[in-house]
C-alpha cells in the first residue's frame, strides 16, 4: 500500500475518533449544581408595648390617712390608663398628692383612683379626716374671740363660754344684784381645730415654692370655726352659742399631747364650785365700790357718794 494511502486512512480514522468523542461530550448533561440548603427567614418580633407607670398606694389607706411618699408608689402598668382618671408618671408629679386623704379604704397595691383622693378644700375633706364617732361643729366667732393670727387648722384649744351682759336678770337692789353676773366657763378642752372659715388644712404641709403659696399662708381673720367634737360635745356648744360668747384659748403642742386621751365631751365638770369663774373671783372693784347691805337697806346717792339707811 502506498504511503499517501495510509497517511489518508489514518487521518480518517483521527478524526473519526475525534468527532466521537465530541459528540459523545456533547450529548453528556453537565452535572447538577450543589444543592444549597437557604436558612429560614427571620421574622423579628414586635417590641412589646410600653405604658407609663400609674400611681399605686404603697400599704392599706383609710380616711384620715393624709398621703406622703410612704403611702404611694408607681407600679408598672399592663395597660393604658387615661390621664383624666388616673395619676401617671410621664403626666403627674408625684407631690400633686402629698397632703390629700382617700375618701374610702384602699387596699395595698390597689390603684389610686383620682376621684377617690379628696384635698383639703374640696368637698368631703372634712368628712374624711373626721375621726370615727366625731362632729364637726361651726360656731361663730370673730377676730378677738377666735385668736385670729394665732389658731389655725389643725391646732387644739379649750373652748371658753363667757356670759353675755344682756343676759343678766333684772335686778331688785337686793345685795349683790348692783354687781353684773358676768361669768365665763370652760366647757371643752383639747378640742382639734378643723377649718378656719372654709379653710381646711391637711395633715402634710408642703414647702412653699413661691411667693403666691406664701401669701395664700399667711393668717387671715375668720367668721367661724370648725371643731371637731363628741356628739355629747356638739350639743352643749349648740346651746352655748345661744348664751354668750365663745373663745378660743390656744393649747401648746406638748399640753395637747399630755391630754390627746381626754375626752371633749367629759373634760371639764359642769359644777359651779370648780367650772365657772364668777365676777368675785376676777376683781374686787364693784365691791368695794358698792358695800354689802342687807336686803331692808336703802341707798341713797349723793354726788359721788354713796350711803345705806335702814
Do not use: C
Amino acid at each position: 500500500m502506498k504511503a499517501s494511502s495510509v497517511f489518508f486512512i489514518s487521518a480518517a480514522l483521527v478524526f473519526a475518533l475525534g468527532g466521537a468523542l465530541l459528540v459523545r461530550v456533547l450529548m453528556m448533561s453537565p452535572p447538577a449544581a450543589p444543592s444549597v440548603t437557604k436558612a429560614p427567614e427571620v421574622v423579628p418580633a414586635a417590641p412589646a408595648p410600653s405604658y407609663s407607670p400609674v400611681l399605686a398606694a404603697a400599704k392599706d389607706l383609710k380616711p384620715g390617712d393624709f398621703l406622703d411618699g410612704s403611702a404611694v408608689r408607681w407600679v408598672e402598668a399592663e395597660q393604658d390608663y387615661s390621664p383624666l382618671r388616673y395619676f401617671l408618671e410621664d403626666k403627674d408629679d408625684l407631690s400633686m398628692v402629698f397632703g390629700a386623704t382617700v375618701r374610702e379604704p384602699i387596699k395595698k397595691g390597689a390603684l389610686l383612683d383620682n376621684n377617690a383622693i379628696v384635698h383639703a378644700g374640696e368637698p368631703g375633706f372634712l368628712a374624711s379626716v373626721l375621726k370615727p364617732g366625731m362632729r364637726a361643729v361651726a360656731i361663730p366667732t370673730n377676730a378677738v374671740a377666735s385668736n385670729a393670727g394665732l389658731v389655725s387648722a389643725g391646732d387644739r384649744v379649750d373652748v371658753i363660754l363667757g356670759l353675755k351682759r344682756d343676759q343678766e336678770a333684772s335686778g331688785d337692789g337686793s345685795e349683790g344684784e348692783l354687781m353684773p353676773k358676768l361669768a365665763s366657763q370652760t366647757l371643752l378642752t383639747n378640742v382639734r381645730v378643723l377649718a378656719l372659715n372654709n379653710v381646711a388644712r391637711a395633715g402634710i404641709r408642703l414647702r412653699a415654692h413661691d411667693k403666691e403659696v406664701e401669701e395664700k399662708s399667711k393668717r387671715e381673720y375668720y367668721e367661724t370655726v370648725t371643731l371637731e367634737v363628741s356628739a355629747l360635745a356638739a350639743e352643749r356648744l349648740a346651746v352655748a352659742r345661744e348664751l354668750g360668747t365663745l373663745q378660743l384659748a390656744l393649747r401648746s403642742v406638748e399640753d395637747a399631747a399630755d391630754v390627746s386621751g381626754l375626752t371633749a365631751a367629759a373634760a371639764v365638770p359642769m359644777d359651779n364650785d370648780s367650772g365657772v369663774t364668777m365676777l368675785d373671783q376676777v376683781t374686787n372693784i364693784y365691791s368695794s365700790l358698792y358695800p354689802s347691805v342687807d336686803s331692808n337697806s336703802v341707798l341713797m346717792y349723793r354726788g359721788d357718794s354713796v350711803q345705806a339707811s335702814q
